[in-house]
């Protein structure tokens, strides 16, 4: 009997589940499509018309130049200088810009069209056939939905680059879960899944993964949603991320206040040091290790109330964030705050240094509840606001559909295997 409710179970699952299938074709054909890209994009023109030149901005070189050499008259180029400053500034043009230059096809090549790109999306098109032109145009900006999913065997971003996964997704990710998953301890075995947008311009050139729309981490086998949601429309884009109870996951503090560093030392009142002779030394904060220069990042809102120089704390700063909690990070290299300044949650209050006794480049960082030091990865800390009563309603309506599409992505097979197989081929080990 049992077996039937497994093979009944496995049903259900996989009809639920179909239409999944068709999305993860899509995104191996998105992929293939991506390497191969040779596109000639038309920036509204058919350049077959022309004898086209493509080229970057070179050190040195100035647009009237590069026009003469291509045989435009010096009164046009100068019209485009004094009749077009505000469309097209001829001397900001910058270094390892890419440009177009579309020439006639007849013996002359003469430069009819010059084609600025001002960055991946924008450019600019001067036209010398009539009388002059300048004008600005945007190509075309799609965005397409993509899945994945990845097992932890060292590190996410390892994981996610696995997958060939752009990297800001890992950035995304670990600013959502910044609360509510301590990545400084991710162990190997911890998943995550993942819907996002990736932008593509004129339908094939990538550039680059848009936010995260839904998102699963599993931690230590405790499993994290995360759905955006815009919590308040009058603010008008106000984007949070909730889970599927809408709680929102924002804490009144950051878990570490060092993107990508690793703990070097935790609180520990038993600690004991050789240097002392193995006396008991407590250490009363979390040590963050990470390179001279690394952002320090107040981890909540709050007032400085200490921004100096004493003994062993080196340079530090202390923030008094309400009448319960305070922060304060010791050793930097340099503050970037006073006394008296009012920080918000995430803002740079300083650099990771080494002044004051300390063995290498760190964060002491310590957190005080009620005057007294406390551990901060033991602290239950408080909830940033929930998500209005009123919202509740159109949320759950909103998330169940992409609460069912991440529970339909499938976890990737492990890759073991397939290195053990390609190391078996070109011999190496
Ligand atoms: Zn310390």
Not at 99 to 115: G, H, M, N, P, R
């Amino acid at each position: 009997m049992q077996k039937y409710w497994g093979v009944i179970f496995a049903l259900v699952l996989l009809g639920a589940c179909k239409e999944d299938k068709s999305t993860l074709v899509q995104n191996e054909e998105a992929k293939v499509a991506q390497v191969e890209t040779p596109v000639i994009t038309h920036f509204g023109f058919n350049l077959d018309e022309f004898k086209v030149k493509r080229d970057t901005v070179k050190r040195g070189d100035s647009f009237g130049e590069l026009m003469l050499e291509n045989k435009v008259d010096y009164p046009k180029i100068a019209k485009i200088s004094e009749d077009f400053k505000d469309t097209f500034d001829v001397r900001k043009i910058r270094v390892g810009k890419p440009y177009l230059i579309l020439k006639s096809k007849d013996t002359t090549e003469k430069a009819e069209v010059f084609i600025y790109e001002n960055d991946p999306i924008n450019y600019t098109v001067v036209d010398f056939r009539d009388s002059v032109l300048a004008y600005k145009r945007k190509k075309e900006v799609k965005y397409v939905e993509r899945e994945a999913s990845g097992v932890i065997e060292t590190s996410l971003s390892e994981a996610i680059l696995d997958q060939g996964i752009d990297y800001n997704v890992t950035n995304n990710l670990s600013e959502i879960y910044a609360w509510t998953i301590d990545f400084f301890r991710l162990q190997k075995g911890d998943k995550f899944k993942v819907i996002y947008k990736e932008k593509y311009i004129n339908d094939s050139i990538y550039a680059g993964a848009g936010p995260i729309e839904a998102a699963y981490f599993e931690h230590n086998g405790r499993p994290v949603y995360a759905f955006a949601y815009e919590n308040d429309s009058l603010k008008g884009g106000v984007i949070d991320y909730y889970d599927e109870e809408a709680n929102n996951l924002r804490r009144t503090f950051l878990r570490a206040p060092v993107k990508f560093s690793r703990i070097s030392s935790r609180y520990n009142l038993k600690r004991r040091i050789r240097y002392y002779g193995y006396k008991v030394r407590p250490h009363k904060g979390t040590d963050y290790a990470a390179p001279i220069g690394t952002p320090i990042m107040a981890t909540a809102d709050g007032t400085v109330v200490e921004s100096t120089r004493r003994g062993g704390n080196g340079k530090f700063v202390k923030i008094r964030h309400n009448g319960t909690y305070s922060t304060q990070y010791l050793h930097m290299k340099a503050q970037n705050v006073k006394k008296g300044d009012y920080v918000r949650q995430g803002d740079i209050i300083g650099w990771i240094g080494m002044t004051g006794n300390t063995g290498g480049p760190h964060v002491c960082y310590r957190f005080w509840k009620n005057g007294k030091q406390v551990d901060p990865l033991k602290e239950d800390l408080p909830l940033a606001e929930p998500l209005d009563e009123k919202l509740r309603p159109d949320y759950f309506a909103y998330i169940n559909p992409l609460k069912d599409q991440l529970d339909c992505i499938a976890y990737p097979e492990k890759i073991e295997e397939d290195l053990l197989t390609l190391n078996e081929i070109d011999g190496t080990k």
